[in-house]
């Protein structure tokens, strides 16, 4: 899979793609197009800044090289998991009080945003409440008891500790010591989370030109110019929401971020009972391994599994082959069952497994580098931006200082780097360190 996508390029092969329930027709971008507000990428980043825009009554056009959500936001494991990729307690340690305290008060707002969004524009999207984290080892349980604690001295308190015999009622698996639900969670379709969201903004009267892959953006003192093969979008302000596949349209963000592909696949439908068996409370599921894996139920009674990383992100040969011997580790009861489904889809890893909000000059804005952690983060920052744009620079500023640290051996060794780090961390989990 290539860093971008082409023009026309399709949905991949993924179970998503064949479920969804919106079929646009999609428009490309031919001639000049006037806007206040140009937004480059159709995924969640940029649907939710530019949705959050739209709500101020700002004219805003979405300009997307593919489809709506053609990259990560409609290949993901639609796990609607709060905070960041970085722990509360790293950023804490490594940013001090302040930051902490502020991030720690918005840590569920991008939860709030996808379920307000939900209710407000009648998204039909799968929606369901409730995540679990999974311990395999008690050292596993020492970190959920450490950051319930935590995230309770910021007046975060829906997470319940569960024993071994309490998350066999949740997941019918016997590899778990133990875990943590986090009731303000859930799960859902995000492929068509995403489309819902696409026809929200045309509802409040947004524009979006998809089959446009973007070729450049250039700013002046007037404004910004984004440039694709047959057209351009002149607006006052452009924010830059490509995250994983911006390859190097940008190029001051090129050495940023780092795409690193997860993988997943989906079985045949179940039936509801054996279903149910796997996942009596239907709630979705990740582990607390550094290299995880993460599951739950559609809406169809199959199992969506997912789980490993490739940095740089290229697809495994074999996504099935890949995924099928953790699967069948956590459920031996699927040894014979079906895959219908496998795909492969790429985020965008930043160093600091921090998100990064800047600002390129006067009129050019950016969102990237959830890390694994984009449903919820895309979400809040794409609402962070739309803040910046109207004047309010406080939390933009907020993270906008955080420093952004390059990727050791720089752009053409960073994957060799992150694959032997990532090595060592898969040591300590087989270790149980």
């Not at 489809?67 to 709060?82: D, I, L, P, T």
């Not at 592909?261 to 149910?276: K, N, V």
């Amino acid at each position: 899979m290539s860093e971008t996508p082409q023009a026309n390029s399709p949905y991949p092969p993924s179970y998503y793609a064949a479920s969804r329930n919106i079929v646009r027709q999609p428009v490309t971008l031919a001639g000049q197009v006037e806007a206040e507000i140009c937004v480059v990428g159709a995924g969640y980043s940029g649907l939710s800044a530019a949705i959050s825009l739209a709500e101020h009554g700002f004219s805003v056009v979405v300009v997307e090289a593919a489809e709506v959500g053609w990259g990560a936001s409609g290949r993901n494991g639609g796990q609607v998991v709060n905070g960041l990729n970085a722990s509360l307690g790293t950023i804490q340690r490594r940013y001090g009080d302040a930051t902490a305290n502020f991030v720690g008060g918005l840590l569920q707002e991008g939860a709030g945003i996808i379920y307000d969004r939900i209710a407000r524009y009648g998204i039909d999207c799968d929606l369901r409440r409730g995540n679990i984290y999974a311990a395999y080892t008690p050292k596993h349980m020492d970190e959920l008891r450490a950051k319930q604690a935590l995230w309770r001295t910021h007046g975060m308190d829906d997470h319940e500790l569960l024993d071994q015999h309490q998350i066999r009622q949740h997941i019918g698996s016997d590899v778990y010591c133990g875990g943590m639900i986090d009731r303000s969670g859930g799960h859902m379709h995000p492929l068509n989370l995403a489309l819902g969201e696409a026809a929200a903004l045309e509802s409040l009267g947004g524009r979006i030109f998809e089959h446009s892959p973007v070729t450049r953006v250039e700013q002046d003192a007037t404004g910004a110019t984004v440039h694709t093969a047959s057209g351009r979008i002149k607006a006052k302000t452009a924010l830059v929401c490509g995250n994983a596949y911006l390859g190097n349209v940008v190029p001051e963000l090129t050495a940023r971020v780092m795409p690193v592909s997860t993988q997943m696949m989906a079985t045949e439908p179940l039936g509801e009972e054996r279903a149910r068996a796997l996942l009596p409370t239907g709630m979705c599921v990740e582990d607390v391994r550094y290299i995880l894996d993460y599951f739950r139920l559609s809406a169809d009674h199959r199992l969506i599994f997912g789980g490993g990383v490739v940095y740089g992100g290229t697809d495994p040969a074999d996504v099935e082959a890949k995924l099928r011997p953790n699967m069948d580790k956590v459920f031996p009861q699927l040894k014979d069952v079906r895959v219908d489904y496998a795909w492969s889809g790429n985020f965008a890893l930043s160093f600091s497994r921090v998100p990064q909000l800047g600002r390129l000059g006067k009129n050019v804005y950016f969102a990237h580098g959830y890390s694994g952690h984009g449903i919820t983060g895309s979400h809040l920052f794409g609402r962070i931006l739309g803040e910046a744009v109207r004047g309010d620079m406080t939390r933009f500023d907020t993270f906008a200082s955080l420093p952004w640290i390059p990727f050791p051996g720089g752009r053409m060794f960073r994957a060799q780097y992150s694959t032997l780090g990532s090595w060592w961390y898969a040591l300590k989990d087989r270790l149980g360190m």
